[in-house]
């Protein structure tokens, strides 16, 4: 079995600023890492995966993650935020093989103010 | 583009009605699940389906059941709705090598 935590339930920050969102998780077996975001009143979209390769992914609109297999982390990162990154985002975990949940962490939510 | 879709947005029942969530998917994916989130617990896994006809209990599926009579459609039946099962449910897909599953926009749901 899997498990995420999130450390941080919500994370206050200035536009332009620099943000961390942190992300760590257990497991037993070889994993895939997902962080997802969430808009008010919406459902849950893709923002960035790692499966393999590289252990630095990065998404399109400027956030990028970490895989950090010593650490069991997967934080993540933007170096300057928008107003309009404020949203929920959520860390999950997959088994890498067989039969197998995403389980999530009880989420950050990015509030970002002018 | 991907799609998976929540039959309503929101919904209001009252205590001890029978509730049907529909979700669709036309990804032909194989698994498929049903979350319900609330404040300060994120997701948490209600059922899912691996196979039509098939289907799983996830980490609360108490009070809750599910049909998965065709690939793409997966229903979650709240067979006596109760006041603590007001809540957002969220249904998702997923296609095999268990790489990113894909969200439906999320069924608010009061009882009252």
């Known amino acids: 079995a899997q498990s995420v935590t999130q450390l941080d339930s919500q994370v206050p920050v200035f536009e332009e600023a620099p943000v961390e969102l942190r992300c760590n998780y257990s497991s037993s077996v070889s994993v895939y890492l997902f962080w997802y975001v969430q808009y008010p009143n919406q459902g849950l979209q893709l923002l960035l995966k790692?499966?393999?390769?590289?252990?630095l992914v990065e998404s399109i609109n400027g956030f990028e993650a970490e895989f950090n297999k010593s650490q069991t982390s997967f934080h993540l990162r933007k170096p300057s935020v928008h107003i309009s990154d404020t949203a929920e985002y959520f860390c999950a975990v997959s088994a890498f093989s067989g039969y197998s949940t995403l389980t999530f962490g009880k989420g950050t939510m990015l509030l970002v103010s002018p | 583009d991907v799609k998976v879709t929540q039959s309503s947005r929101y919904l209001v029942k009252r205590t001890g009605e029978k509730v049907f969530l529909e979700c669709v998917q036309d990804m032909d994916h194989e698994n498929m699940f049903w979350y319900r989130q609330d404040p300060g617990l994120g997701l948490r896994l209600i059922y899912f389906?691996?196979?039509?006809?098939?289907?799983e209990k996830g980490d609360i599926p108490e009070g809750y059941s599910v049909s998965r009579e065709k690939k793409e459609r997966f229903s979650l039946i709240l067979e006596s709705a109760s006041t603590n099962q007001t809540s957002m449910y969220l249904c998702?897909?997923?296609?095999?090598?268990?790489?990113?599953?894909?969200f439906g926009q999320g069924t608010r749901l009061t009882v009252v």
């Open positions: 998702a897909s997923r296609g095999p090598m268990n790489t990113e599953a894909f």
């Open positions: 389906s691996y196979d039509v006809k098939m289907k």
């Open positions: 790692y499966l393999s390769g590289s252990t």
